[in-house]
C-alpha cells in the first residue's frame, strides 16, 4: 500500500493546544503494523507533554491509549494480520532482555528508547505534515486516526469487545489495577489509600476492592470524582480541597495509618502526602508519572523506625499479553467495570475541549472516536 492521509491532532510546541489537520502516513515497514485507530483515551500523560510538564520529542501525534483494526502488516509479521481487533501497549518490549524474562517488560529499553526518540526502531518517523517530520509518541501516536506501530506493541483481543472500552485496558485499567495487584499486591484486609481519583485512580481503587482491602480511601479536589470513587469501591472520600488530607487518613484509621497508599495524581506534594500517610511497615507507590526533575522530601528517619517503603510502578508492572486477556475475562464476568469508567466520547476536532474537561474534573475517562 502507498502512503496515505490521516486526520490527527498535532502537539507543535509544549504550551499550545493541539492543532488538528491531515497528516501524510507512510505504509509499515518490516515487523510494524499499521493500525486504524477506532478509539483513542484522553489520559493526563499526554496532557502533562501538552503543558510540558513531560519532556517529549515535539512536533508529535501524542496519544498513547488506543484500540483499533489492523489494516495492513509489513514483512516479517505474524502475530497479527489485516482485520484483526488490537490494543496498542505504550511500552515496547524487545521480548528477550533480563527485564522482559523477568516478566518486567515495561522497565525494557526498547520502550524507552522509542519513547525518548519519538522515532519508531529505525530511527525514522511514518508521520509527516507539509514536507516535515512529525514525531511518534511512545510508539503508539493513537490520536492519528491512522498510526504504525511495532509488532511488539500491539495485542490481539476479541473481535466482540467494543473498542472504546478496549482503549481503557492498554493505560487506565491496567496501570491502576496492575500497581495494585503486580506491584503492591494488596491482601485481604488491607486499609489502602488513594491519591487522585482520575482514570487511573479509580482503578487502583477497584482494583484494591477487588484484593479484598477493608478500607480503601479516595482522595480528591473533586467532589464528582469522589462520588464516581465510591461506585468503583471506595469506602471512604476525603476532599483534597481542605489542606487536611493526612490528618483526614489518621482519623479515618484511628490515627494508624494504612498499609499502602498509591499517588494517582502524578505529583510530589501527593506522593509525599502518600507517604506521610503510611502506618508502620506501610508502602507508598508511585503510579501517576510526575513532572520533569520532581523531587520528594519524606522522613528519613520513619524508613527505619517505622520500616516504610516508597517505590514505583511503571505501567502496572505488568505483562499485558498475560494481564490484559485476564482483564477481559474479568470485565465479562461482571468483576471488572468499564462501562462505567467511560464518561463521554469526543471527536479528533474536539480533543482540545476534552483535554479541558478532563482537567476540570468534569469527565473521568473519555475517548476520542474516530
Not at 260 to 269: E, K, T
Request: charged content about 20%.
Amino acid at each position: 500500500m502507498a502512503g496515505m492521509k490521516s486526520r490527527a491532532a498535532v502537539l507543535y510546541k509544549a504550551g499550545q493546544p493541539f492543532e488538528v489537520c491531515e497528516v501524510d502516513v507512510q505504509p509499515p515497514k518490516a515487523g510494524e503494523v499499521l493500525v486504524e485507530i477506532v478509539a483513542a483515551g484522553v489520559c493526563h500523560t499526554d496532557y502533562s507533554v501538552k503543558t510540558g510538564q513531560l519532556a517529549a520529542p515535539l512536533p508529535a501525534i501524542l496519544g498513547h491509549e488506543g484500540a483499533g483494526v489492523v489494516r495492513e502488516v509489513g514483512e516479517g509479521v505474524t502475530t497479527v494480520q489485516p482485520g484483526d481487533h488490537v490494543i496498542a501497549l505504550w511500552r515496547l518490549a524487545c521480548g528477550n532482555c533480563e527485564y522482559c524474562d523477568a516478566s518486567r517488560p515495561a522497565l525494557c529499553s526498547a520502550g524507552t528508547e522509542i519513547r525518548a526518540s519519538g522515532r519508531l526502531q529505525d530511527g525514522t518517523s511514518r508521520f509527516s505534515h507539509a514536507g516535515k517530520e512529525i514525531k511518534h509518541f511512545a510508539g503508539v501516536s493513537s490520536f492519528s486516526n491512522f498510526t504504525v506501530i511495532p509488532e511488539g506493541a500491539v495485542l490481539k483481543i476479541p473481535k466482540d469487545l467494543p473498542l472504546e472500552l478496549a482503549a481503557l485496558m492498554g493505560c487506565a485499567v491496567i496501570t491502576g489495577g496492575g500497581a495494585v495487584m503486580n506491584a503492591a499486591k494488596v491482601g485481604p484486609g488491607s486499609l489502602v489509600a488513594v491519591f487522585g481519583a482520575g482514570g487511573v485512580g479509580v482503578n487502583v481503587v477497584q482494583g484494591a476492592a477487588m484484593a479484598g482491602a477493608k478500607m480503601i480511601i479516595a482522595v480528591d479536589r473533586y467532589e464528582s470524582r469522589l462520588d464516581q470513587a465510591r461506585e468503583f469501591g471506595a469506602t471512604h472520600c476525603v476532599s483534597a480541597a481542605g489542606g487536611e488530607t493526612v490528618a483526614a487518613i489518621r482519623a479515618l484509621t484511628g490515627g494508624r495509618g494504612v498499609d499502602y497508599a498509591f499517588d494517582a495524581a502524578g505529583l510530589a506534594v501527593t506522593l509525599e502526602q502518600a507517604y506521610e500517610s503510611l502506618a508502620k511497615c506501610g508502602v507508598a507507590m508511585a503510579v501517576g508519572i510526575p513532572p520533569n526533575n520532581a523531587e520528594i522530601r519524606i522522613s528519613a528517619t520513619a524508613l527505619v523506625y517505622e520500616e516504610r517503603a516508597v517505590t514505583g510502578s511503571l505501567y502496572g508492572s505488568a505483562s499485558p499479553r498475560k494481564d490484559i486477556p485476564q482483564l477481559i475475562n474479568l470485565y465479562r464476568e461482571g468483576e471488572l467495570k468499564l462501562d462505567e469508567l467511560l464518561t463521554r466520547t469526543y471527536s479528533i476536532e474536539e480533543i482540545n475541549e476534552a483535554y479541558a474537561a478532563m482537567e476540570s474534573g468534569e469527565t473521568l475517562r473519555s475517548v476520542i472516536k474516530y
